[in-house]
């Protein structure tokens, strides 16, 4: 079964997290570095800065060894939530110990991370990364927390997936969107709406989906 990778991302404490509580438990390991203890009864780590890529590759290989001790085999699906935290913690350590051209160093590190997520994890996993977003008035849409150098001028993480879905509160209503230019949404499946309702929407059932769609394509791979 081919794996899926999946980018989620909305503003700040509108409702990310929430949506990974659909995730079986039993096949899930969610990375929480979003400043805050994960809340809900699945298989995490509560992580509270990195400092390097190194750090987080460590992080992750002794955290799904420990959940293959428990478990008994690999998690199917790892969450990284969320995937801005982790750049923005090395961009900002690496600023504090190179004061002169520290960029260099910060996209530098940040390669090792998204290489690490492209080449290892995603061969293993299907990979959710959740990432906070800000809203741009002057173009009146929204763009993922980068961080700076030239990643976060090339597009951040939404370079590296083709789906992705954006969190959105309209009114009360929390609207999960599939497909929209003014957001951080957009999906090779026709199928799909361009938006349905948060408590109609399964994370589960959509990886679900996801997963199934690429091992088609994949069986018309020369």
Excluded at 11 to 39: C, F, H, M, N, V
Excluded at 58 to 72: D, H, P, Q, S, T
């Amino acid at each position: 079964m081919s794996k899926a990778k999946l980018l989620l991302s909305g503003l700040p404490a509108i409702g990310k997290t929430t949506l990974l509580q659909s995730l079986e438990a039993e096949k899930s390991l969610i990375i929480a570095r979003d400043g805050k203890q994960y809340p809900f009864p699945q298989p995490h780590v509560n992580v509270p800065d990195f400092t390097s890529a190194a750090e987080f590759t460590n992080l992750i290989v002794e955290k799904v060894e420990a959940f293959e001790k428990k478990m008994g085999v690999i998690p199917e699906t790892l969450v990284i939530d969320s995937i801005s935290k982790v750049l923005l913690d090395i961009e900002a350590y690496c600023l504090q110990q190179i004061k002169s051209f520290p960029y260099g160093k910060v996209n530098t590190e940040i390669k090792h991370v998204v290489d690490f997520i492209e080449q290892e994890m995603c061969i293993h996993f299907n990979v959710v990364l959740v990432s906070h977003a800000i809203y741009h008035e002057e173009n009146s849409g929204y763009a993922l927390v980068n961080a700076g150098g030239s990643y976060g001028k090339k597009g951040g993480m939404l370079s590296e997936v083709d789906e992705a879905i954006f969190l959105e509160l309209k009114g009360k209503n929390r609207i999960v969107h599939f497909r929209n230019p003014r957001m951080v949404a957009r999906t090779t499946l026709s199928e799909l709406p361009d938006s349905i309702p948060a408590e109609e929407f399964n994370l589960q059932k959509h990886i679900d989906v996801l997963t199934s769609k690429k091992t088609e394509a994949r069986e018309w791979l020369i």
